[in-house]
């Protein structure tokens, strides 16, 4: 098979990151198939879980060009967000996975494609239209709850399931209640322009619940008349469009619904409608069915591990898999001690409890050395005056691997250094894991 590169020069997962043996498999677990998609820093995949027979979307983000476009911060940001949400119309992160070069997401497969290709051909029913806002409502009103804003709302952000169900998806964009400044707003300029709020355009901050219901009402109106309320071939005089907020319904609108999209995409974010009050509309609440969800429905999140003595280690969740892959470091959200003056991480098989003995071996055969059992599972290790100390913690990472990571502090040169280089090191360097290598060039 032929290599196939993208401008970057990575080989994509349908080529050469896929060992010919195994045609089309990435990491022995999905079995890769057309492209859906792309866009600058990502293509996306359908695939099939072998061990299932699940369909997914595995989006294959380039991390030369992440790191090249400063967009680290954005990748981190995107994991996190995708961690906190579980909802039915919203796109499940299932998975996260790394080589050297690139990063997979592995996400629910949404069967009927975007919503933006079927209103292409043809404006919706009032009914149909009333529909799928509420799902998006429903979405987005469950992101507010969780501190997400989209901020890049529109029909090609919009999947279809098997049912013609509606799934959110790309949240690239989004932002975090934390990013909110001192003066309570969002300051980013993002967006796709058509569906961008005047508030935004005008560089002053903004709420980022707000903009988010005027991009569901530009979404709404283009269901139910097949077209955009502000559009212009110049981008200046479409911002004019959105600044005076001056549109026209079809004339096949319900007087409802033509009050609806008013308070919709009201110029003025004081007085737009929020979600509350348009879940409380006359217009949408037309056999409208709410959805409970609880923090049960979150991906990702924790789970205790009943073994090795029933210490209360945790799973890591996808975001910290990510922190730990060779090649993309992200290890700034790791502060280490004082005068540290390195760390190490390593994945092994090995119990937490045979990692620690192992190191209790090597320090009881040096004098003036101790090993100090921590609350947490892992260890410290002190000696020589001082001037060594070792603090290693272990995260249970799957059932069967853990990660072991290590953060030291010793003067230069001298026995603190040969503590670690010859002797603490070659021991646990015995214990790292060693895969069967299934993906090349990871």
């Known amino acids: 098979m032929p290599e196939i590169k993208d401008d970057s020069g990575d080989i994509l997962p349908a080529a050469a990151e896929i060992p010919t043996a195994m045609e089309q498999v990435l990491f022995g677990k999905y079995e890769v198939g057309k492209l859906l998609g792309y866009g600058a820093f990502a293509k996306v995949y359908h695939a099939r879980n072998l061990r299932t027979g699940q369909s997914v979307a595995i989006k294959s983000v380039s991390k030369q060009k992440v790191l090249k476009g400063g967009l680290t911060a954005h990748v981190k940001r995107e994991i996190s967000i995708m961690r906190r949400l579980g909802h039915p119309h919203i796109v499940r992160l299932l998975e996260v996975m790394a080589t050297k070069r690139r990063i997979y997401f592995v996400l629910e497969f949404a069967k009927g494609g975007e919503l933006f290709a079927k209103v292409a051909k043809g404006r919706f029913s009032e009914d149909l239209s009333r529909r799928y806002f509420q799902q998006l409502i429903s979405a987005i009103g469950y992101c507010h709850s969780r501190g997400v804003f989209h901020r890049d709302l529109k029909p090609e952000n919009l999947l279809l399931d098997e049912n013609w169900d509606l799934k959110v998806t790309d949240f690239g964009l989004s932002a975090l209640a934390d990013q909110i400044r001192p003066d309570g707003l969002l300051h980013t300029l993002c967006g796709t322009p058509a569906y961008v709020a005047p508030e935004v355009l005008a560089k002053k901050g903004y709420d980022g619940a707000k903009i988010d219901v005027w991009s569901c009402g530009i979404i709404l109106y283009v269901l139910n008349a097949g077209y955009l309320p502000f559009n212009d071939t110049n981008l200046m005089v479409m911002y004019r469009k959105i600044y ?199």
């Open 244 to 442: 005076k907020g001056e549109f026209r319904c079809p004339k096949w609108t319900s007087p409802e619904l033509k009050r609806f999209l008013s308070r919709l995409l009201d110029t003025n974010p004081s007085t737009r409608i929020t979600v509350e009050q348009i879940i409380n509309d006359p217009w949408f609440k037309k056999d409208y069915k709410h959805i409970q969800t609880s923090s049960d429905d979150l991906l990702f999140d924790f789970k205790v591990d009943d073994d090795d003595n029933n210490n209360s280690k945790k799973f890591l969740n996808a975001f910290d898999i990510i922190s730990f892959s060779s090649g993309f470091d992200l290890s700034g959200m790791f502060d280490l001690p004082e005068g540290s003056t390195g760390g190490e991480r390593f994945v092994s098989e090995e119990s937490p409890e045979r990692i620690i003995g192992e190191i209790e071996e090597v320090v009881r055969a040096e004098e003036g050395m101790e090993v100090v059992r921590r609350k947490d599972g892992g260890v410290k290790v002190e000696g020589q005056n001082g001037d060594f100390v070792v603090t290693v913690e272990i995260h249970r990472l799957t059932e069967k691997l853990v990660v072991v990571e290590i953060k030291r502090r010793e003067s230069e040169g001298g026995p603190s250094q040969e503590m670690w280089k010859d002797k603490l090191r070659p021991q646990l360097s015995c214990l790292v894991y060693k895969p069967e290598r299934r993906v090349t060039g990871s």
